[in-house]
């Protein structure tokens, strides 16, 4: 076995790797740069080495660097994690000459599948199923829309040195093709150094569904199951389980020889995933072979009981795979849910900024026998940096069937804090509310065709509201009668708190009557109904549980000046408990009007302007891209929202700006 570990990787993956690296006694390294020198990684590392400076094409890329990094501390062993240099045979190549084992396939493995043309071709020979495409290097956006054009729209631009969704565009005409094929290439090159592009057929109603295969040095090789990763924003994974809901034992299996299959083909060992694109009669192709670790390996060591960072270990210290095909037992149902730092209500886009609260809900097995596991990379008071990947934390929950599973994962996004940066928790709450998620009808349009209009929060129906409303009041109830309680006050002044209330949240008032008893707290409705309740809430306490009608929910509360916001199942509503005659004058009051901003051009996201294409005078019509934006490593173009003229730009290209900033007015 290694002596010391150099993880060559930062954040949620680097602490993964950590962790196991311990359980088995091994001594890590961990490496960072300047934004990351109070990372969480860094912490729990074994020693530590600064590599360079925030952008990760001067840091964490660098082989150099790397190779610095693994002779000060006399590393024998190198995991790359996911991103960055996983799939580079260069740096393998480096290590291999340096004498120090690369945790992951071999070199001609990773030359032979990291490469997306590569990889189609191989797999074509091989009889694996492929989609149509165009396999050849592209020169230009003209030969891009030639090809399209041939091909077929709508068409998949990709990086061949892709991953993560980056370089990657869908083009449905000739002009998106045209775009997407610039834009593809550019963040081809500042992610990856490679800014060669392909194009394939995209395949409509397709399913993104993966194979785990790993292999030992000895010709040992199994898969381990599928994942489900149909749930995908801007061709990056959100939401992904093990196993699919839609696959067949039939399938499942003529899935996994193959992907086992062209593993053996590439004399691949260590952990990889095949991927494939399912169309609606079960029909697959291959996709591409990742020749890491992926993000979303938690739901199968859920499922399967192995640790697949564990099996990297062994593998790379050419032990044999201590089972075979038939020991591998799929058990029960995993759900990940990936938390980003990406804001929901403003179409998702990049959100940084300091954790001034991230309290995620406690690991491990609960009473009900689900699991809850949270891998993470950061800490509250960490700080979310503009240079790299927006992903916060990976949020899992394992049950014996599907339904547990994804009512444990419902609960435990009810139970996660995170303050202080936008976030999709209420985006990953409301899909699990879905009924079409529920029944697992998936595909990878499943965002785009749920929420075509983006965002805009849960709004509660009658019983969610009535739940609520009664949450609502109970909180009041518990202020009210603490403050009736302060000592001091003038006697025949004393305050008497009333049980007559009128609970608004949104356009719904509920009139509601407080009755305590020995028996608890019984909330009335003046339209009818009753409701009790009960809670261990108490002033300044932001999760708290609330028995509703014997149901648990866990709810997040913040008082806000005199209202009370809570947040519950993707939920996201500012309630006022008001007596009756305060309520009847608050209905009275005007209502205050947003600032016009319907002629400016404001930043969404904090990130660099990359390009300006307009200038003052110049008139734009609607959907004409006026503006690129790029943060953490996404060129995010703003596109005219009607016919207007320039009045003014405000900015020069290459300006950093903050969420709202103002980039050009229009007359």
Partial sequence: MFKKILIANRGEIACRVIRTAKKLGIPTVAVYSDADRDAMHVRVADEAVHIGPSPSSQSYIVIDKILDAVRITGADAVHPGYGFLSENAAFAKALEKEGVTFIGPPVKAIEAMGDKITSKKLAAKAGVSTVPGHMGLIEDADEAVRIASSIGFPVMIKASAGGGGKGMRIAWNEREAREGFQSSKNEAKSSFGDDRIFIEKFVTEPRHIEIQVLGDKHGNTVYLGERECSIQRRNQKVIEEAPSPFLDEKTRRAMGEQAVALAKAVGYHSAGTVEFIVDAKRNFYFLEMNTRLQVEHPVTELVTGLDLVEQMIRVAASEKLSFGQKDVKLDGWAIESRLYAEDPYRNFLPSIGRLTRYRPPEEGRRQDST??????????????????????????????????????????????????????LPFLSAVMQQERFREGRLTTAYIAEEFADGFRGVEPDEASARKLAAVAVTINQTLQERASQISGTIGNHRRIVGHQWVARLGERAFELTVEASADGTYIRFAGGGTISAATDWVPGRTLATFNIDNHQMAVKVDLVGTGIRLRWRGIDVLARVRSPRVAELARLMPKKSPPDTSKMLLCPMPGVVTSIAVKAGDTVEAGQAIAVVEAMKMENILRAERRATVKRVAIDAGASLAVDELIMEFE
């Fill in 371 to 424: 699991v809850i596991r949270n891998d993470t990379g950061v800490f509250e008071g960490g700080e979310i940096s503009m240079y790299y990947d927006p992903m916060i934390a990976k949020l899992c929950t394992w049950g014996p069937d599907r339904t547990t599973a994804v009512e444990a994962m419902a609960d435990a996004l009810d139970a996660f804090e995170v303050e202080g940066i936008g976030h999709n």
